[in-house]
């Protein structure tokens, strides 16, 4: 039984596929939890101080682009907790999970063809190569 899950998420449609996965490992268990991590990185930051200016501003729209995983999860009584943490995408992914215990690592997969993965790598392929614990790549 999975007990403690990441669950990278960016408020997109994959990441929301993601979401429901996560629930399903968890399911029945009273003790699991599920972590949210949101990254953001440089150019987001600098692009959010620019377009909402306060701290809380910037704060409240972050959390409401995670609006609907978090209502997913409230909605099937699963714990979690929200962590926002700064850097480039996958390395920061990667330097969380492998920091701390998890049971799995689920990310959602955006299905780039094979140029695209080529050109702009996929983000879910450099996470399970790289994190020490079991990875699902939700389609």
């Given at each position: 039984?999975?007990?403690?899950?990441?669950?990278?998420?960016?408020?997109?449609?994959?990441?929301?596929?993601?979401?429901?996965?996560?629930?399903?490992?968890?399911?029945g268990s009273f003790e699991a939890m599920i972590e949210v991590?949101?990254?953001?990185?440089?150019?987001?930051?600098?692009?959010?101080?620019?377009?909402?200016?306060?701290?809380?501003?910037?704060?409240?729209?972050?959390?409401?682009?995670?609006?609907?995983?978090?209502?997913?999860?409230?909605?099937?009584?699963?714990?979690?907790?929200?962590?926002?943490?700064?850097?480039?995408?996958?390395?920061?992914?990667?330097?969380?999970?492998?920091?701390?215990?998890?049971?799995?690592?689920?990310?959602?997969?955006?299905?780039?063809?094979?140029?695209?993965?080529?050109?702009?790598?996929?983000?879910?392929?450099?996470?399970?190569?790289?994190?020490?614990?079991?990875?699902?790549?939700?389609?």
């Amino acid at each position: 039984m999975f007990q403690h899950i990441l669950l990278a998420a960016d408020g997109s449609p994959h990441a929301l596929r993601a979401t429901e996965r996560a629930i399903e490992l968890v399911r029945g268990s009273f003790e699991a939890m599920i972590e949210v991590v949101y990254v953001v990185n440089g150019q987001t930051a600098k692009s959010d101080v620019l377009h909402y200016g306060s701290s809380d501003d910037i704060k409240a729209m972050r959390m409401a682009k995670l609006k609907n995983v978090i209502e997913k999860i409230t909605s099937a009584n699963v714990k979690y907790e929200i962590r926002v943490i700064h850097g480039e995408t996958v390395p920061t992914i990667i330097d969380y999970a492998n920091k701390h215990r998890f049971d799995c690592v689920v990310v959602g997969s955006r299905k780039l063809n094979q140029l695209q993965k080529m050109i702009v790598g996929s983000v879910s392929e450099k996470v399970a190569k790289r994190v020490k614990w079991p990875v699902m790549i939700v389609k």
